[in-house]
Each structure stands twice: as C-alpha cells, then as structure tokens.
C-alpha cells in the first residue's frame, strides 16, 4: 500500500496489493461454498436427518449468530493492541476454522436423529464462531485502507474474482467426491477431501494478514465508543438500516440458489452438475468487473439496484419457462448476481464513511456484526425452508430409497425445487432493488460525506504523527 500523496487524497493500492487481497476471499469463500453446498444435502438426503431436527439446529443456530456477530464486531472495534485491532484476530482463528469445518463432515453414520442433531449443531456453531470472527475482520478492513469508491470497488473486485474462484471448486470438489448414484455410499473419499480444503484455506487466510496492514491512526489515535452511543449510532443510521434490509434479501438468495443447484442439477435437468455451475458463475465472473463500468455511470447504489433486478427475474421465471429454457434464465440470474458480490461492501463502506462523520470513530466492525445479527438468519430460514419445501412437495430422499437416488420425482417435488432456487429467491432479489430506492448517500450528499472524511484523515494522520 502506497502511502497518500497528499493531505486530502483518498489512499491508493498497487495491483499487489489487491491480487494479495484475494487470498483470503478464495479461502473463506472456498470453505462457505463447501458448506452451503453441501450441508442441507448431506444431512437430509444422505444421513436421513429428519426436517424438523435440521430446523432446530438452524433455528438454534440463528439464536447464535445474533449474539456473536455483533459482539466480535464490538470486540475488535475496542481492540487496542500492538499488532492492530483486526488483523490478529483474522491470523490465529484461521486454524480453528480449518479444525471446525472439518469435524462437520465426521458424523457418525448410521446414528440415530438425535445423535446427528447433536453432531450437527455443535459442528455448526463452532464452525460459524470461527467463520464470522475472519469474515467480519475480512469485511471490516475494506473501508478502512482506502477512502475511495474507486479503490474500494477494486479491492471488492480482486475479492469477488478470488472468491467466485473459491465458491466453484466449492461446488466442484463435494460434486467429484461425493457418493455417485448407485455407487457405495462410502463418505471417506468426501472426508478427506474436507480435510484439505480446510487446511489450504486457512493456509490461504494467513498469507492475506501476512501482506494486508492495517492504518495505525485508527488504532491509536480513534477512541473507543463506549456502548451505548455505539449502539445509538449505528441503529440511527438510516443508509445502515435501508442497506441491511436489501442485503437480508440477498443472503436469503444466495443460501437458497447454492443449496438447491445439487438438487436442480440431480433431479430437475438430471445432468452434469458442472454444466449448471457454468451457467451460473461464467455470467457472474464476467459481471464483476462490468460493475466498474455500471457504478462510474449509475453510482454504487444505482448500479446495485439495477443488478438485483436482473437477477430477480432471471430467478422468477425458472419455475414457469419450460425445461430448456431455466439455464438461460440461470445465466441471466448470474450476471445479475455480480452486483450484490462485488458492490455489497463498497455501499457498507459508504456507511462507515457517514457514521465517521457523525460518532468521529470508524466503526466498522459494528456495521458488519450488526448487519450479520439481522441478516444471517436469513441463512437459517433457507436451511429451514429447504428440507419443509420439500417434504410437503412429496421428494424422495436417497436415505428413504435405500441410499440411492431416487431420479423419478414426482411433479410436485420438481416443481418445489423450481420454487426454492426461482421464485422465493428471485422476489427476494427485486424486493430488495425496491428497498433501496430509500438509500440516501448518493450524489452531492455523498461526495459532501466523502470530502469530510478525507479532512478527518488527515487530522488523524497528523495527530500520530506528533505522537496522538
């Protein structure tokens, strides 16, 4: 990272900076597709774990991202140690998610509902601690070493690239060794595969907090906000509240796309699940640096909304469109996706930007653990909607076929696939396009909170340099 070159520019980045930046994308992203993917089909269509025992477990685990979501984000917003407030706790968790993603995939076969619940449960929210701990950090330095949209779309962009990268081989590695239809159902091939994307992905997240510094004025010259005013500030923040309530649509999206595309693959189109995932990603990889393009002539938040809609009908018609026609409408839902992978986090900057201006700190951390206490439930709703859509479409799980695939659905279940990867996600998708048209950091408004930030920079640059 190069240093400003004058009092009031935004920090610029050199193109290493941003390829290392991925790193981390590639592993976290890496290890949260192979969970996403494969968790619900796991349990339920290999294990035999009955709908309403999964339910319980994401209702439980919902309970438990509310809690450390916003209390990390505080946490490492409050950190005043030597080697920063974000990087150490990235660095030395990345082992344990290794260790917890990978006790996910041990369950005891053959074990009865309540001992798979258990297993289930535990697995997950020692998972999910380690998960949200290196995400929020992840997520919370973006705003932090650079000021500019510009810079910020980049960083997104090398992120978004690195972590599409990562959310395929999260498809394509549970996909080449999972037990094939009318094969044996052994899961050791799977485990030990689970064991090395565990293991290269924390390798990948350490390299990241091995180049990646953080700005040193906002750990010792910032003071803490006590808890209260934090808490006051952040729920008073009307950009925050608008742009949580889009981004709980897109994360209803996105769990219930990556947990059925297995699904549409094995029994709606019944073809090679890498066929679909072409579909999907290629579209959304060439999307990710036509944002650039959107966001210079629409601004972030427009070229947000116009995206969320492309998605949201290319997702709407899936269930309606005959057979032929649902991977186009995949493709087109693709592209549209690239906005909410690479823009979510420049518009949560812009947040940060505005709250700088009203508390006088940089808070990042807060922003993102209270967006993940009101938003990752929603991964918990479709991990719930899932196995009760499904049930009540009447789907033949392999577990009730005698561990085979059960490939001759009936109507109603294929059409509640359609249902769980189209149309619940595409609504989701355009209502979250209408919510924010109440977004207010756009035009003059914005560039007055950007200007003002950049002055409050160089006060704080100033002030560590003579010492605080």
């Known amino acids: 990272m190069t240093s400003q070159s004058a009092p009031f520019a935004p920090v610029r980045l050199s193109s290493g900076y ?167 159902p052994s899961f050791l091939p799977l485990q030990v595969a689970m064991v090395v994307v565990g293991v290269v992905s924390a390798i990948l997240i350490i390299a990241t907090t091995l180049k990646v510094k953080e700005r040193p004025e906002f750990t010792k010259v910032d003071k803490p906000l006590p808890l209260g005013p934090a808490l006051r500030f952040t729920f008073t923040s009307r950009s925050f509240l608008v742009l949580v309530a889009q981004n709980f649509m897109s994360i209803l999206m996105q769990a219930l796309v990556v947990g059925m595309l297995f699904y549409m693959a094995d029994y709606v189109l019944k073809m090679n699940t890498m066929i679909v995932l072409v579909c999907v990603f290629i579209p959304l990889i060439v999307g990710v640096p036509i944002t650039t393009l ?27 469109v005959p057979s032929a026609l649902i991977l186009p409408c995949l493709m087109l839902a693709g592209f549209g996706l690239s906005g909410p992978q690479t823009l979510t986090n420049v518009l949560f900057a812009q947040v940060a930007d505005e709250d700088e201006v009203r508390s006088g700190v940089r808070r990042e951390g807060a922003f993102f653990g209270v967006n993940a206490l009101l938003t990752k439930p929603a991964q918990s709703v479709a991990y719930a909607l899932i196995p009760f859509v499904l049930e009540a479409t009447a789907f033949v799980t392999r577990e009730a076929n005698l561990g085979q695939t059960f490939l001759d659905q009936p109507a109603s279940a294929l059409f509640g696939i359609k249902v769980l990867i189209g149309l619940i996600p595409g609504v989701a998708m355009i209502l979250g396009a209408i919510l924010l048209t109440w977004y207010p950091l756009r035009g003059k408004y914005l560039e ?18 003579q010492g605080g």
């Not at 949260?32 to 439980?60: E, H, K, M, N, T």
């Not at 601690?129 to 070493?145: F, K, R």
């Not at 629409?298 to 899936?318: D, N, P, R, T």
């Not at 909170?449 to 160089?458: C, G, I, R, S, Y």
């Open 18 to 184: 941003k390829f290392i930046w991925g790193f981390a994308a590639l592993g976290t992203s890496l290890i949260s597709g192979v969970f996403g993917a494969l968790l619900p089909i796991f349990y339920q269509d290999y294990l035999g774990l009955s709908a309403r025992w999964i339910a319980l477990a994401s209702g439980i685990y919902a309970v438990w991202n509310a809690i450390n979501d916003p209390l990390f984000g505080y946490i490492t917003d409050s950190t005043r140690s030597k080697r920063g407030r974000r990087i150490p706790y990235m660095r030395f968790t990345a082992p344990f998610l290794a260790l917890t993603f990978i006790l996910v995939w041990l369950a005891p076969t053959g074990a009865g509902d309540r001992t798979l619940f258990l297993w289930m449960l535990v697995t997950m929210l020692l998972y999910d601690t380690c998960y949200t701990i290196i995400g929020l950090v992840y997520s919370a330095l973006l705003p932090e070493v650079t000021e500019s949209d510009a810079g910020r779309n980049g960083l997104q962009i090398s992120a978004s690239l690195f972590g599409l990268l990562g959310m395929i081989l999260g498809f394509i590695i549970p996909d080449l060794f999972r037990p094939k239809v009318g094969a044996s």
């Open 294 to 320: 959107i966001r210079r002539r629409l601004g972030v938040a427009g070229a947000q909304q116009l995206l969320l809609l492309i998605a949201g009908v290319g997702l709407v018609l899936i269930p309606f």
């Open 448 to 465: 007055g909170v950007q200007e003002k930030v950049l002055a409050m920079h160089a006060e704080k640059h100033a002030r560590l340099e």
